[in-house]
Nanobody
């Protein structure tokens, strides 16, 4: 059974930090690129960051560049999102996403974790 379980969300003041984790099971984690998406109330889900299968390359949305860092530990089947200098506009549900890419690609979503940035 495939599972992506996010954790680490919560309420934080502007300028604060949070670290999200996504624990994967039920598939070969190292064969999947991993991403974080987010969805704010009334808005479409948007990509935040992506990391390649081996962790050698990352990419970020312009809105989070220089503030967020995606990383992964293949031995632990876990992907992380370190979020610094948080802003109220970062408030959203954050989702973990796995994509095997290529022919016959498989994709999986986590259930999401709420991040609220407010004073």
């Amino acid at each position: 059974q495939v599972q992506l379980v996010e954790s680490g969300g919560g309420l934080v003041q502007p300028g604060g930090s949070l670290r999200l984790s996504c624990a994967a099971s039920g598939f070969t984690f190292s064969r999947y690129a991993m991403s974080w998406y987010r969805q704010a109330p009334g808005k479409e889900r948007e990509p935040v960051a992506v990391i390649t299968r081996d962790g050698s390359s990352t990419n970020y949305a312009d809105s989070v560049k220089g503030r967020f860092t995606i990383s992964r530990e293949n031995a632990q089947n876990t992907v992380y999102l370190q979020m610094n200098s948080l802003k109220p506009e970062d408030t959203a549900v954050y989702y973990c996403y796995a994509d095997s890419y290529g022919l016959g690609a498989k994709t999986y979503w986590g259930q999401g974790t709420q991040v609220t940035v407010s004073s």
